[in-house]
T-cell receptor, first 115, second 111 residues
Framework: NAGVTQTPKFQVLKTGQSMTLQCAQD?????MYWYRQDPGMGLRLIYY???????DKGEVPNGYNVSRLNKREFSLRLESAAPSQTSVYFC??????????????FGPGTRLTVL | GQQVMQIPQYQHVQEGEDFTTYCNSS?????IQWYKQRPGGHPVFLIQ?????EVKKQKRLTFQFGEAKKNSSLHITATQTTDVGTYFC???????????FGSGTKLNVKP
């Protein structure tokens, strides 16, 4: 039982390059999230998926796209990376929608630098 | 703009002193969660509060949710060096499943 896994752990991109951050969970959770964490800013929600087949924008969706490939996997894509997207990216998942108990389990994070 | 405000940004205490961090929202929250993040780590869930005026305790940690469901606090009694880290609140507005995180309070405990 690995919980939430993210790949890669570290990545350096040049401005304009594209990449996909991968996230998978093995807890049979319906809901999955992508956050970015910048110094002094806390975590900001980029996109979330309440259930398989649905995605919704969070606070800071511009410059990102997501795919909920199946119940386990939720990927985040940067089509044309910019220095402002340098950040630590966390994926999270939570227990089934409909319950009031929505503890979020976080992955270890991806540290992305855009030059 | 930021939906959930958290203060203070930093707190340095001597081991054994108490610590409190506060979260405020201009909008009524559905529920609020608290997380702890150790340096270099990922956020780890501590607790969730749902009811107006709710108070929950976990050993030396006391969590409160305001009567109007617009504010919350985390109080640690007699801090220990193992309490070092950043504490975040995360409030859900309208939707139990979509959370806005506060900017966090970084706690440093001197032995």
């Amino acid at each position: 039982n690995a919980g939430v896994t993210q790949t890669p752990k570290f990545q350096v991109l040049k401005t304009g390059q594209s990449m996909t951050l991968q996230c998978a969970q093995d807890m049979n959770h319906n809901s999955m999230y992508w956050y970015r964490q910048d110094p002094g800013m806390g975590l900001r929600l980029i996109y979330y998926s309440a259930s398989e087949g649905t995605t919704d924008k969070g606070e800071v969706p511009n410059g990102y796209n997501v795919s909920r490939l199946n119940k386990r996997e939720f990927s985040l894509r940067l089509e044309s990376a910019a220095p402002s997207q340098t950040s630590v990216y966390f994926c999270a998942s939570s227990r089934p929608v409909g319950g009031t108990y929505n503890e979020q389990f976080f992955g270890p994070g991806t540290r992305l630098t855009v030059l | 703009g930021q939906q959930v405000m958290q203060i203070p940004q930093y707190q340095h205490v001597q081991e054994g002193e108490d610590f409190t961090t506060y979260c405020n929202s201009s909008t009524t929250l559905s529920n609020i969660q608290w997380y702890k993040q150790r340096p270099g780590g990922h956020p780890v869930f501590l607790i969730q509060l749902v009811k107006s005026g709710e108070v929950k305790k976990q050993k030396r940690l006391t969590f409160q949710f305001g009567e109007a469901k617009k504010n919350s606090s985390l109080h640690i009694t007699a801090t220990q060096t193992t309490d070092v880290g950043t504490y975040f609140c995360a409030g859900a507005i309208y939707n139990f499943n979509k959370f806005y995180f506060g900017s966090g309070t970084k706690l440093n405990v001197k032995p």
